[in-house]
Every structure is written in C-alpha cells, then in structure tokens.
C-alpha cells in the first residue's frame, strides 16, 4: 500500500501560506489599486488560479464574479491571509529558529537566548541544548506538519467557493459559451459540408460518369464489336466498385455505419481491436444513447487512441465509458510521456468544436511525462 509522505504537502502548504501572507501585505498597501474592479478581478483571479493549483482543480477561467463580491473575497482574503499565515509562520519559524540558536546559543545575549516550548526552560549551557533543543524542534515541526496543510486547503476553499461564478453568472457564462460554439459548429458545418460536397463532386461523380460513358459507348457498340464492350464492361464494373469504395469512405466521416450496425458499445469494441496499441475497454450499460451523442463520443475515442499511438509514445490505453443519469462520461487514458497541446494540430481542437456544440465539456490533462487522461462528458438525456 501507497503511503504519501507529509514532507511535499507541509512545503506546498507552508510557501502558500507565506505567500498568502505576503499577498495580504500587498494588498493592503495597494488597496486604493485594487479597489479599482478590473483589477480586483485581475488580482482575484491570479489567488484563485493558486487555490486551484494547491487543491489540483482544474485551472479555471477569469473571475467574473459582480464588483461587490470580488470586493468581498478581497476582505476575507485579506484576514484569512493574517491569520492563517501567522500561524503558519509561527509555527516554522520556532522550528527554523531552534535549529540555528541552538548551536550558537553562547553567541546571545543571556537576556535574549532562546526559551524553549518546554515549561520556557531557558538556554543556558550546552546541557539545555542538546536536551531540550530536539525535543523543541519536534514539537515546532510537528505543530507545522500538522496545521499548515489543513489551514493552507482551508484557506483554498475559502477562495474558490467565494470566487465561484453565481446561478446567474453561470448561465450567462453558458449562453455566452454556447453562443460561442454554436457559431463555431455552424462554421465547421459549412466547412464538412464543402468538404463533403468536394468528396462527392471530385471523387464519386467523376467515377460515376466515367461509368455512365463507358455503358453508353458499350450499347453503341453491342452489335460491332463484342469484345470492346466486355472490357468496357469491365471497367464499368472495377469503377463502380471503387464509387462504391470512395462513397462509403465519405459517409464514415459523416456518421460511421458501425454505429447503426453494433452501436456505440460494439462500435467501440471494434475501434479498440483495431488501436495500433493495447487499449482496455470498460463499457457500462449505456442505454439508448442519441445519434448525434454516439457519434461524438466515436469520433472523441478515435481520435484520442490516434494521438496515442503516434504522439504520446505510449504502449496501453484504457478507455472507460459511463452513464450517470442524463451524462455519458468519457475517459481516455494513456501510458505515453504527455505534454499534449491542442494548438500544435493533435486533432483535440477538432473534438473539443463538437463536444461544446452538443453542450458537453472536454478537459485534457497531460502533465510532461505523462499519463495523458482526456476526459469527455455530453449530454445524452435522461
């Protein structure tokens, strides 16, 4: 069994405290500053991202919460900070400061040597020091190993759910999101259907008259000259095959037949089979799923194996699909080295454009060294 080590979550708790602190003497300097609301919320995000970071929250998005709050969590922040930071510091500090006065306690004055915890025993002699001063740092150290995470989340809390957008402010944030991929859906729309339109024009409808000509020169030449017309027919035949061929390739793009076939579980048994690289599939009972969901959670899963394969450097994927009430929740997980950008063309830009467009979420996590874990979650009623 895995056991976390206190060390990591005391240092990250102690240098935010401290900071904390420190941001709170700022803040009561520049307080004339930070009344102004652009930069109350500027502020306000930056201490939001921290808690976020320290509490390993997704990393959120601007503050926009109304002026009165944001002035509000700027009050509370503030005496949150003092307090909880003072303590902290307190804390640490006795511990820091018995590791350095401990040795050099004949170099003080007798009258500001160092007292300890214990009963205020002095520090008087060399006996003191190597007796008392352990047992004074432990106790120091442990006070801070066990206040300073606790407080340090305590104060993160505080600041997210003071920060955290109300009903009102979090439907005007989903209209304004959904009128954002709406427009960009009805863009990549028009942009598939001339891509469709091209596939057919240039590729299908080529092919097609192709074969039209050849059967009508074939009729024509019936009675003549059999032989032209078996190759002819021959030909109509091989180009009719590869019409066919070019025009199931398009409408895979559009909705993939296996769906209709096996459904999305089935479909996606297919897709793990055919993954270049070892992928574990859990599937729940999903119901009956829209069509409009199923192929978006297909074409996520696809595209995320994908990027496995040629991108993460990884050997094993675990793909897990879920329903919970009107949710269909998606979750990819890789083994590769992560570092994965959606600006540098991955093809996640393209499936987050469909996720929002069905008012669903998407988020990619995929630290440098890896796992890569794209979560998916859509609306696919109740």
């Known amino acids: 069994m895995r056991v976390n080590h206190p060390a990591p979550a005391t240092w990250r708790g102690l240098g935010y405290l401290l900071g904390s602190l420190v941001t709170a003497a700022v803040a009561l300097s520049a307080l004339p500053v930070l009344v102004v609301p652009t930069m109350a919320r500027t502020w306000a995000s930056w201490h939001r991202h921290r808690a976020g970071r320290l509490l390993r929250l997704p990393r ?9 709050r944001v002035l509000g969590w700027l009050c509370a922040c503030v005496v949150t900070s003092v307090a909880f930071g003072i303590v902290a510091l ?3 500090g006795n511990a820091v400061a018995t590791v350095i006065t401990v040795p050099l306690w004949w170099a003080f004055p007798e009258d500001t040597r160092l007292r300890f915890f214990f009963d205020g025993v002095p520090l008087s002699g060399w006996g003191t020091a ?3 001063g352990p047992l004074n740092f432990a106790m120091f150290a442990a006070l801070t190993v066990a206040t300073v995470p606790p407080l340090a989340r305590l104060h993160a809390r505080i600041c997210v759910a003071l920060l955290e957008p109300s009903a009102a402010e979090r439907l005007a944030q989903r209209v304004e999101t959904l009128t954002e991929t709406r427009a960009g859906a009805m863009n990549a729309h028009g942009a ?3 891509r469709i339109e091209r596939d057919l024009h240039d590729g299908t409808q080529a092919r097609l008259v192709a074969i039209a000509m050849r059967l009508g020169a074939a009729r024509e030449l019936l009675d003549e000259d059999p032989a032209t017309v078996g190759t002819l027919l021959r030909e109509a035949h091989e180009n009719t095959e590869e019409a066919m061929a070019e025009l ?3 409408i895979r793009t559009i909705y993939p037949p296996i769906l209709a ?3 999305l579980a089935g479909a996606l048994v297919a897709l793990g089979a055919r993954s270049a690289i070892e992928t574990s599939l859990d599937v729940d009972d999903l119901g009956t799923v829209p069509a409009a969901v199923e192929a978006v959670a297909y074409f996520t899963i696809a595209e995320a194996l994908t990027n496995a394969a040629k991108h993460s450097r990884a050997t094993e994927t675990t793909v897990r699909v879920v329903r919970t009430g009107g949710r269909l929740r998606i979750e990819v997980t890789d083994d590769g080295i992560g570092g994965a950008d959606e600006t540098l063309g991955t093809g996640i830009a393209g499936v987050r454009h ?3 467009a069905l008012d669903g979420t998407l988020r990619v996590h995929s630290p ?3 796992p890569t874990t794209v979560t998916v979650s859509l609306p696919c009623g109740s």
Not at 61 to 68: D, I, Y
């Open 60 to 68: 959120p998005g601007p503050v926009s919460a109304g002026t009165w």
């Open 90 to 92: 307190l804390c640490a």
């Open 130 to 132: 190597l007796t008392w």
């Open 192 to 194: 598939e259907l001339r």
């Open 248 to 250: 199931r390739a398009v």
């Open 261 to 263: 076939d096996r459904g």
């Open 354 to 356: 469909r996720v929002l």
């Open 368 to 370: 440098t060294g890896g």
